[in-house]
């Protein structure tokens, strides 16, 4: 193998790609190579190399890679390195972003919406939500609104706003206790075949704020469990809890008076993870069932951007795991050929978002919408006060595929 016939070496099965000319696409094996790109380097730790920029055929894989090969004396070209996602959308970071006074339960902030001026915060740890003023990069706690009187935690992982209409969603999941090494042996092996119901988590709340972010006409609530113990798909994971593929909803997103619930758990064959579309009634019988790819992840949190939804999506389980932003244009992506002729959705990777060691990537917003970018604001859970974070990002490339 000669010259222009480089060896691609990797944890994948051996490729061998023929006259990787710049730009061209090529038929290889296995099939995540899409395209080479040549980049000359010159020389790399003193010897003669060559770039190539890999970029995966499969669209649900969307890392990219840069791998580098030596020529020998024989001529041929062996990889010598590779770096991984080199040719990313990266966001921009704008700053951080200070919520002034006591943030409830502030290590545990796991959604957030935004209203004008006044920014809305929820911990899963808790049964309120706040709410704050905007001032400058700052956010002033204005008051908490309760969402019951029983004092019961009701596992808030989402919240969405339309207008001055706030929807805010429990993740309506089973769990498991966890184990702590202060027990006996005995009791944690007791605790692990326990599987538990709380009827606070299986709540959709809903109300209207006025301009100081008060309550105005009380507060609804109803719940999605009937689906979940119907639907086909979601009721086989009804019963497992949350952290281990079950059912656990970790995102609400409204647009045009239609919820959103985008879903952390189950993450089913394929990577396809559901959304549920309804809109907020008593009995919430009337529904969709859509589906997007995610790459193995599940929804963390999903918010209305442009004609779209920015999704942060993220681990199903508590293991450790990268953060990334998704743009999807609302439709099912399930693939195959519809009756109506209509092209599968697009659900468009857009970047990874960064996370410190221990935080978890929790809560996304639109804070302004640019002709060309969204910027966007991120909480994170086990940070103080949600280490809020502001990036701006480019909007992403539809296509008519």
């Not at 199903?316 to 795991?321: F, I, K, L, N, S």
Request: charged letters at 25%.
């Amino acid at each position: 193998m000669k010259n222009d016939t480089p060896v691609i070496l990797s944890d994948q099965p051996q490729t061998i790609v023929k006259s990787a000319k710049n730009g061209k696409r090529l038929n290889a094996e296995p099939d995540w190579v899409s395209f080479l790109r040549n980049i000359p380097l010159g020389e790399f730790a003193g010897r003669r190399t060559l770039g190539v920029l890999v970029r995966p055929l499969d669209k649900s894989e969307r890392s990219h890679s840069i791998k580098i090969f030596e020529q020998t004396s024989e001529g041929d070209w062996q990889c010598v390195h590779q770096q991984v996602s080199s040719f990313e959308n990266h966001p921009q970071f704008l700053g951080e972003v200070e919520f002034l006074g006591e943030v409830y339960e502030a290590g545990n902030v796991s959604a957030l919406g935004i209203v004008g001026d006044l920014l809305l915060i929820g911990s899963d740890e808790g049964n309120k939500i706040q709410i704050f003023k905007r001032s400058g990069r700052r956010y002033q706690l204005l008051h908490d609104i309760l969402l019951n009187d029983d004092g019961r935690e009701v596992d808030i992982e989402g919240i969405a706003c339309e207008d001055n209409l706030i929807f805010i969603v429990g993740s309506h999941s089973w769990k498991r206790p966890k184990m702590k090494a202060e027990r006996s042996y005995k009791k944690n092996r007791k605790q692990i075949e326990q599987v538990l119901f709380e009827q606070s988590r299986d709540y959709v709340f809903h109300f209207k704020i006025d301009a100081a972010g008060n309550v105005a006409g009380g507060i609804k609530r109803t719940s999605l469990r009937n689906i979940i113990t119907k639907n086909k798909v979601l009721k086989v994971f009804s019963r497992v809890p949350g952290k281990e593929n079950g059912v656990d909803i970790e995102g609400i997103a409204v647009k045009n008076g239609w919820l959103y619930f985008g879903f952390r758990g189950p993450v089913l064959r394929g990577n396809y993870a559901p959304v549920l579309v309804s809109k907020f009634s008593k009995e919430m019988d009337e529904y969709e069932l859509l589906f997007v790819n995610l790459g193995g992840r599940g929804v963390r949190d999903i918010v209305r951007a442009g004609d779209g939804f920015l999704i942060l999506a993220g681990p199903v389980g508590d293991g450790p795991g990268s953060y990334q932003l998704y743009f999807w244009d609302g439709r099912d992506c399930l693939p195959g050929k519809r009756d109506d002729g209509e092209p599968a959705g697009q659900c468009i990777y857009m970047c990874e978002i960064p996370t410190a060691e221990g935080a978890k990537a929790e809560g996304v917003t639109v804070v302004n919408e640019r002709n060309g970018s969204f910027e966007f604001l991120i909480v994170y859970d086990s940070v103080d006060k949600g280490g809020a974070r502001r990036y701006r990002i480019s909007k992403p490339n539809l296509t008519n595929e």
